[in-house]
């Protein structure tokens, strides 16, 4: 045994024979998230559509660390009793997970229906119902039916459409049992991952554009979901829809640099901004605009690469957002670079944001090149949010960490300690209004770009097993104490 592990058992006998510690509030919601892609597996089983995740794994296996793709996964499709078991036994009151669209519309479109992925919801959503498990529902994460990719995917403004057909077939189908809706994961994401980069689907780098386009097709696309919803649904089925949002804490390289301070503000923006603005006070960001159009001016375009609302689309999306759906991972240092009149022969969001990103040495890293443990991010963000858009009720719906498959995960459970200790400040020193918790994830599952090299699992998944062998972690053990005991140690977490 580790210092560390020692220390840390210490400190969780402590906690259990004791119970001396910070308590969540009564209405506090814990659960876990996993997403469609990440587990199902069943790529092409029952009737199921190409999805741009299938597409891009099969076409461009380099792409992905351990050249592997989703076409098993998890294999949930045919293993979810065994899944839902778990979250009985976790005693968690809800589970995010999503709805694969080529699994209800094998070609994007209503004009064919595939009802034995339809049924595959339906028995999932039963059974939680009848553990007493709230569903949290996600739309879309991420698994677009490729032939809508052909059409463009998300720079393209008639995905808006499709995207409404799909959504009020949801609602139709599965209403009676969902409460709090997600239309989109993280398109902050998909919009710097995969069309400004040819990291994650469609691959589409897209310098300078790419990145706008998306946005704004999503939100539009987000609204319209939301309004058919409001209009068609709500009145017999009274649930809530949002967004979900992802940001990293940006923090100034040197707080007492104005300039330092106004670069990781102007980041803020650009990133949480450019989807917050318009949902909660209407149009995109002024700094977004300035600078986004000043450069496309001085680059030469015709017209800047920011697409504009019209003032109905600006009506259209403002207040669509029942609830803050956060995910947080992880902060970043920022600092200014140059002023945005200069490098013009570079188009791309990062040069209209006229700003570098970089990481505190101090910050533990995790196996993952990008994720660092950062606590106190997590409340700066949840007070950002708070204060930008006139404190919504945020529900956190991401948050976890990577690791190399460890069953004894011990920085996984003091990650999450750490985040929830500041979640619970945010709450009772901050008076925030945070509804509830997801930690990702129930299992490991395919991580995108990592493949299955990085694990974020309570549950560990043998992927060269027959059975794909489940296998609780340290951290499960951690999870399910707390969501029984709804306190927690903070003393460490300053
Ligand atoms: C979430 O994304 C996803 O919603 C979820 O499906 C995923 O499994 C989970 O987090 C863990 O990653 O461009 O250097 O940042 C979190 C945000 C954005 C983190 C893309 C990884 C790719 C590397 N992710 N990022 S980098």
Redesign the pocket.
Known sequence: MSIKQILFLIVFINFVSFGRTDKFPDNFLFGVAT?AY?IEGAWNQSGKGESMWDWFTHNFPERIQDTSNADIACDSYNRYEEDVSFLKDLNVSFYRFSISWPRIFPNGQNNRVNWEGVNYYIAVFKLLKEFNIEPVVTLY?WDLPQPLNNLGGWTNPLLVDYFANYVRFCYEQFGQYVKYWITL??PQ?TC??GYSST?FAPGYNIKGLGFYYCAYVHLLAHARAYHIYKDEFYETQQGKVSIDL?MRWMEPLNKSDESHVLAAERTLQFTMGLYGHPLYLGDWPQIVKDNVDKRSELQGYARSRLPKFTSEQIDFIKGTNDYFAL?Y?TSNLVYPTHDITEDLNETSYGKDMGVSLSIDSSWPSSTS??LYNVPYGLRSMINWVAEQYDNPEIFIL?N?FADLHTLDDYDRINYLNGHLCHTLRAINEDKRTVIGYAL??LMDNF???DGYEQS?GIIAVDFSSVNLTRTVRASYEWYKNLIESRTIDCEDFE
């Open positions: 997403s990440q994460h994961n993280e994401t710097i991952n990291e992802t995910n991972y090149s990008w991401e976890g990702w994830s991580e995108w770009s974020f």
